[in-house]
């Protein structure tokens, strides 16, 4: 599996960006996919992931209401809509997918997802 993530930019805070993950999954039904992110001296944190065989998208508490996780099966692609960003979602950001039905909280941990794209960087100005 190959993800290609992009999209990312500098914004100011209250704006917003769509990060795109360009994939090799034609069925999106048979895998889970994620979006997490990483801050410097931080640790790699989950963000959002969508389990579509099972039709479930989950986010973390920091994002819920501001970020979307949706997918164009057409174009193979998984989306991250953020709006309302603010200077702590400046991060670079990673797509994943695993071939497992992630669900609830299992999709929060990175160790469940296999495929990871290069990260996009986000910055936040305030």
């Known amino acids: 599996v190959q993800l290609q993530a992009s999209g990312g930019g500098l914004v100011q805070a209250g704006g917003s960006l769509r990060l795109s993950c360009a994939t090799s999954?034609?069925?999106?039904?048979?895998?889970?996919m994620g979006w997490f992110r990483q801050a410097p001296g931080k640790e790699r944190e989950f963000v959002a992931a969508g389990s579509w065989g099972g039709g479930s998208t989950d986010y973390a508490d920091s994002v819920k209401g501001r970020f979307t996780i949706s997918k164009d099966n057409a174009k193979n692609t998984v989306y991250l809509q953020m709006n309302n960003l603010k200077p702590e979602d400046t991060a670079v950001y990673y797509c994943?997918?695993?071939?497992?039905?992630?669900?609830?909280?299992?999709?929060?941990?990175?160790?469940?997802?296999?495929?990871w794209g290069q990260g996009t960087l986000v910055t936040v100005s305030s």
């Open positions: 994943a997918a695993t071939r497992r039905n992630l669900i609830s909280s299992s999709c929060h941990s990175r160790t469940n997802y296999h495929y």
């Open positions: 999954v034609r069925t999106f039904s048979r895998y889970s």
